[in-house]
């Protein structure tokens, strides 16, 4: 069973930086792609960042130029590179993980709170 592991979140002032990481476990397969989303209180699950396999990338409008996602392919892990945080950043932000092998799958981390105080 995959399992995916997120860390990196906690409280930091506007203008700040915090970097998340989301680990997969359990399987000898690579991620077909990776993903951020975000949820803030009141509010629908977002998407944030994602990354495929191949190495392109995609970022929703609110934090196209401060957020950067990267991977390391051979570790299926995923970053989240989060600069020039603003209040309205503040959620839980959820790691996802898809893959085609040996299955077509998805899986959800369990959220990391990041906190920015402004």
């Known amino acids: 069973q995959v399992q995916l592991v997120e860390s990196g979140g906690g409280s930091v002032q506007a203008g700040g930086s915090l970097r998340l990481s989301c680990a997969a476990s359990?399987?000898?397969?690579?991620?077909?792609?990776m993903r951020w989303y975000r949820q803030a209180p009141g509010k629908q699950r977002e998407l944030v960042a994602g990354?495929?396999?191949?190495?392109?990338?995609n970022y929703a409008d609110p934090v196209m130029g401060r957020f950067t996602i990267s991977a390391v392919n051979a570790r299926n892990t995923v970053y989240l590179q989060m600069n020039s945080l603003k209040p309205e950043d503040t959620a839980i932000y959820y790691c996802?993980?898809?893959?085609?092998?040996?299955?077509?799958?998805?899986?959800w981390g369990q959220g990391t709170q990041v906190t920015v105080s402004s």
């Open positions: 359990g399987t000898i397969f690579s991620f077909n792609n």
């Open positions: 990354i495929t396999i191949g190495g392109s990338t």
């Open positions: 996802n993980a898809a893959f085609l092998w040996p299955k077509r799958s998805e899986y």
